[in-house]
């Protein structure tokens, strides 16, 4: 099976396609705003490209984790994922707490679609 590299840059690539299945890479808010629900908006919008440009969209998520620099920002996060997310076709999540890139940086996002 062939692999595609998607919006390569010098250290990692945004997304690799490998049969059906795309792999995005971990997000964060490229300018990260001053809440955990508007660093969640900025990333899913990021997510959107993405999935776009490997031809899917969140409609066939597989999977997602959601990176919390603090737990206590989970249901503000939730909020706008609930708002985001495709009900009808719901991926398995995994959120964990851990020390992101920054410490303006309040989330992360990494998921895996279906083509």
């Not at 692999?3 to 299945?21: D, E, L």
């Not at 031809?55 to 597989?62: N, R, V």
């Not at 009808?88 to 679609?113: G, N």
Request: proline residues 4%; hydrophobic residues 45%; neutral net charge.
């Amino acid at each position: 099976m062939d692999v595609k590299y998607v919006g390569s840059g010098t250290r990692y690539s945004k997304a690799v396609i490998h049969g059906n299945t795309a792999y995005l890479a971990g997000n964060v808010a490229k300018d990260p705003g001053p809440t955990a629900a508007e660093q969640t908006r900025m990333i899913l919008a990021q997510i959107d490209d993405t999935l776009k440009l490997c031809g899917t969209d969140k409609s066939k998520l597989l999977t997602a984790t959601i990176v919390f620099a603090d737990m206590r920002d989970f249901d503000a996060v939730n909020d706008v994922w609930d708002g985001w997310v495709d009900p009808t076709a719901l991926p398995t999540r995994t959120p964990i707490e851990a020390k992101l890139i920054t410490q303006r940086h309040l989330v992360a996002i990494q998921v895996t679609a279906a083509l």
